[in-house]
């Protein structure tokens, strides 16, 4: 009989790799801001007009899950004036607009005026000057941008009814509230070398 002794050494190395979302961890927010010396409308006031575009170039890369808009503008006349932010891939809604034939007011400017869905005053019960956060014209809605990516170039335009009527867009914020991204984690599990003897 083999009186020597016999040995087994296992040595163990197990990866696990693991992705999930943290179902306590928070959004995240981003803000863009831009300033603007913009006429409105744009020169020569010859009737109806545009002001130029707004740009808000955004690029960071996240998928959107809420989306606020801040306008500070002065202007005359402000029932002359309807208001659009349009996205990088071309969709377009109204931020604020009123019917020339039957809804005249007098007012004027907005001042740091947030669109926010979920805002308890509609845009349309306001008085002007705006300030303060309303929900968009009805039906616009900014959650038509949940789920997009944000990254690209945003743009505010305005269109103005009248040109007797003048002012200027002076700062426009976009604050989004971006998806969680998962996070993977890796687990390493070694298992020390194991000696087993027998005679």
């Known amino acids: 009989m083999d009186t020597l002794t016999q040995k ?24 863009y801001i831009e300033s603007f010396d913009l006429p409105i409308p744009a020169p020569p006031e010859t009737g109806h007009a545009w002001m130029n575009d707004a740009a808000v170039p955004v690029g960071d890369s996240f998928e959107i899950i809420d989306l606020d808009v801040a306008v500070t503008l002065t202007h005359t006349a402000v029932f002359d004036l309807q208001i659009f932010l349009e996205g990088p891939d071309g969709t377009r809604i109204i931020l604020n607009q009123y019917d020339p034939t039957g809804e005249y007011f007098d007012g004027q400017d907005y001042h740091n005026t947030i669109f926010d869905d979920q805002a308890d ?16 014209k009805a039906p616009a809605q900014l959650s ?11 743009k505010i335009q305005i269109y103005d009814w009248w040109y007797d009527n003048t002012g200027t867009l002076e700062e426009v914020r976009l604050a989004f509230t971006a998806a969680p991204e998962p996070a993977t984690l890796t687990i390493l599990i070694f ?4 000696i087993r003897s027998r005679r």
């Not at 979302?21 to 959004?27: D, E, F």
């Not at 038509?144 to 945003?154: K, L, S």
């Not at 298992?191 to 194991?194: F, G, N, S, T, Y």
């Open 8 to 31: 087994q050494r296992i040595v163990a190395l197990l990866a696990i790799t693991l992705t999930f979302c943290p179902i306590a961890s928070a959004a995240l927010t981003y803000l």
């Open 121 to 136: 005053t509609p845009i349309e019960s306001a008085d002007a000057p705006f300030t303060g956060r309303f929900r968009p």
């Open 191 to 194: 298992a020390l070398p194991i």
């Open 144 to 154: 038509i941008f949940n789920g997009r990516d944000a990254q690209g170039q945003w």
